[in-house]
């Protein structure tokens, strides 16, 4: 689905723009599109960007894109057309990084040798349904 993937097995729940973290975001997009604008350029914190929009069965979306030799993605907005009220997630990149420019333990954990795994449910009394691990997922 655009705009949105699973934030884990456990949990079940949307991530809003992970399908700009997939590896290959244009292919996994695009073939949904049924119908897209090019609205012209557009300044997103002083960043001169194309600004597109695009329409699936199920969403709306817009991305503002960089111009020049290091295009990157500025501002991506997903609007739910099926859901009441038709609400919006935006996110604005504000250092968008690639390659060698991220550090290679950026997203390591550093574990504490007395660490203890905890069930969601012990460290509070009630969790909202959001929180709540599906059967059958781990």
């Not at 695009?30 to 001169?48: A, F, M």
């Not at 859901?83 to 060698?100: E, F």
């Not at 449910?121 to 959001?130: F, M, Q, R, S, V």
């Amino acid at each position: 689905m655009v705009g949105v993937a699973p934030c884990g097995p456990c949990h079940d729940r949307p991530v809003p723009a992970a399908d700009l973290l997939m590896a290959n975001p244009y292919d996994e997009l695009i073939p949904l599109v049924v119908e897209s604008k090019d609205l012209g350029s557009g300044v997103i914190r002083g960043v001169e960007c194309d600004h597109l929009a695009f329409r699936t069965d199920d969403v709306d979306w817009q991305i503002w894109i960089a111009q020049g030799d290091r295009p990157y993605p500025c501002r991506y907005v997903i609007t739910s057309t099926k859901v009441k009220g038709s609400p919006q997630y935006t996110i604005d990149v504000r250092d968008w990084k690639t390659g060698a420019e991220v550090a290679s333990d950026t997203f390591s954990v550093d574990v504490p040798k007395d660490a203890k795994n905890l069930e969601l449910g012990a460290i509070a009394d009630e969790l909202p349904e959001i929180f709540k691990v599906k059967k059958g997922a781990q």
